[in-house]
């Protein structure tokens, strides 16, 4: 069975970092685009970033600057490194994994960025 799993998440002050992980299981890792949305209460999921396979990555405008996605392919596991954290960033956070056939998301890590 496939499984994506973030960890990571937690409670951090404006200004602060965190280290977001999906460790992923069930699919052939290397080949599939990664990527990390998030979904604000009362709000529509928005893309944060995704990585090819190859490597090559995006991010949104929001958080471009201040995130860096990466992944492991030898560990299975996508990372988002977030800095200069903004109330704004509070959300759930979801991992996306995508081939040419499928999709997956995990189930989410609750990021709450608040003093």
């Known amino acids: 069975q496939v499984q994506l799993v973030e960890s990571g998440g937690g409670l951090v002050q404006p200004g602060g970092s965190l280290r977001l992980s999906c460790a992923a299981s069930?699919?052939?890792?290397?080949?599939?685009?990664m990527g990390w949305y998030r979904q604000a209460p009362g709000k529509q999921r928005e893309l944060v970033a995704t990585?090819?396979?190859?490597?090559?990555?995006n991010y949104a405008s929001s958080v471009k600057g201040r995130s860096t996605i990466s992944r492991d392919n030898a560990k299975n596991t996508m990372y988002l490194q977030m800095d200069s954290l903004k109330p704004e960033d509070t959300a759930v956070y979801y991992c996306?994994?995508?081939?040419?056939?499928?999709?997956?998301w995990g189930q989410g890590t609750q990021v709450t960025v608040s003093s």
């Open positions: 996306y994994a995508r081939s040419d056939l499928h999709a997956y």
């Open positions: 069930g699919i052939s890792f290397s080949m599939y685009t």
């Open positions: 990585i090819s396979s190859g490597g090559d990555t």
